[in-house]
């Protein structure tokens, strides 16, 4: 893959991973943001790119690994946040966003084949975790509806409307709830997501 592309919350309390409140405090919500992103950046940094970026709404920190830039989201809907993100990109172009600790090297290591004009990653809650282009167009996410039950659809609709042809990967689960953290975290118990989460159930 040329570029692959995190866009991100920086992990700050109150506005990073909100709707974990309750059970969880903010300061607790931000945690398993800041150990979700941590996965997330380090599954991205040991996968094959020519370039990694991330496109973060805050400032970096120290879970940001070597070897990826960092660019400011612009201000606006996700919609155009994802346009936006695909604008800095040439090439082959894979955005995942920070609410998949479970994911992997292998899952996004999605060599390109002749003839794929799109990567899709469906999300269990009908959004989508990944969104990959051969040929990055911002047009092929403006005005897609955002945060609904049927937002992946709408966005698989719009590739094949443009004539793409779309590879389809695996469903994952975001991270979204309290119980969504826990099904993850039983998914990939060697993440710092899990341990964050294991040592916050222990009272940390």
């Given at each position: 893959m040329a570029t692959l592309v995190v866009i991100a919350k920086e992990p700050v309390p109150g506005r990073a991973k909100t709707r974990l409140c309750p059970p969880f405090t903010p300061q607790q919500a931000a945690d398993l943001a800041a150990a979700a992103l941590a996965d997330t950046l380090a599954a991205v940094a040991a996968t094959p790119a020519d370039r990694r970026l991330l496109v973060l709404d805050g400032a970096p920190g120290a879970w940001l690994p070597p070897g990826i830039d960092v660019v400011p989201q612009v201000a606006g809907g996700l919609d155009q946040r994802l346009a936006a993100a695909f604008g800095h990109c040439d090439g082959p172009t894979l955005l995942i966003g920070m609410d998949t600790p479970q994911v992997t090297p292998a899952l996004l290591h999605t060599a390109?084949?002749?003839?794929?004009?799109?990567?899709?990653?469906?999300?269990?809650?009908?959004?989508?975790?990944?969104?990959?282009?051969?040929?990055?167009?911002?047009?092929?996410?403006?005005?897609?509806?955002?945060?609904?039950?049927?937002?992946?659809?709408?966005?698989?609709?719009?590739?094949?409307?443009?004539?793409?042809?779309?590879?389809?990967?695996?469903?994952?689960?975001?991270?979204?709830?309290?119980a969504d953290a826990a099904w993850v975290a039983a998914q990939a118990p060697g993440t710092r997501f899990a341990t964050a989460l294991a040592h916050l159930r222990a009272g940390g």
């Open positions: 390109p084949e002749p003839g794929t004009g799109a990567w899709f990653g469906p999300a269990a809650d009908g959004g989508f975790w990944a969104l990959g282009l051969a040929e990055p167009d911002p047009d092929l996410v403006l005005g897609v509806p955002m945060s609904t039950p049927y937002t992946g659809r709408a966005q698989r609709d719009r590739l094949t409307a443009a004539g793409l042809t779309v590879r389809d990967l695996p469903v994952l689960r975001d991270v979204d709830t309290a």
